[in-house]
């Protein structure tokens, strides 16, 4: 597969590179659409203590089928704007398939 370089989500070999914009303090965690040049992910955990970040790597393992262990945020740990590594997704959420 091939993605526009200006996607926020592409595959890197078998893993998948996501750009996310995050909202933390949600009502309830999940996807939110596209703000600018990112996937809006709204989170119900709060930003302190890594909470949030947590947080993001479980909700993306979820949607992805894969451990969270397999999730990694790669750049943006104390950002809402993040990019996030995805080893060997099983599933692609549709938000992130229309993306790519």
């Known amino acids: 597969m091939t993605a526009d370089s200006n ?13 996310v ?10 996807f939110a659409g596209v703000h600018g ?6 989170l119900a955990a ?3 203590d890594g909470r949030a970040n947590k947080a993001l790597c479980r909700f993306l393992a979820d ?8 999730v990694e ?8 704007a993040k990019r996030v590594r995805i080893r060997r997704p099983q599933e692609l959420p549709a938000i992130l ?4």
């Open 7 to 19: 996607s926020p989500v592409r595959f890197d070999g078998d893993d998948l590179l996501v750009v």
């Open 21 to 30: 914009h995050v909202q933390p303090g949600a009502k309830q965690s999940g």
């Open 37 to 42: 040049d990112a996937v809006k992910i709204r």
């Open 46 to 48: 709060p930003p302190l």
């Open 63 to 70: 949607a992805c089928g894969v451990a969270p262990s397999a």
């Open 73 to 80: 945020i790669v750049s943006g740990e104390s950002a809402r």
């Open 97 to 100: 398939q229309s993306l790519i």
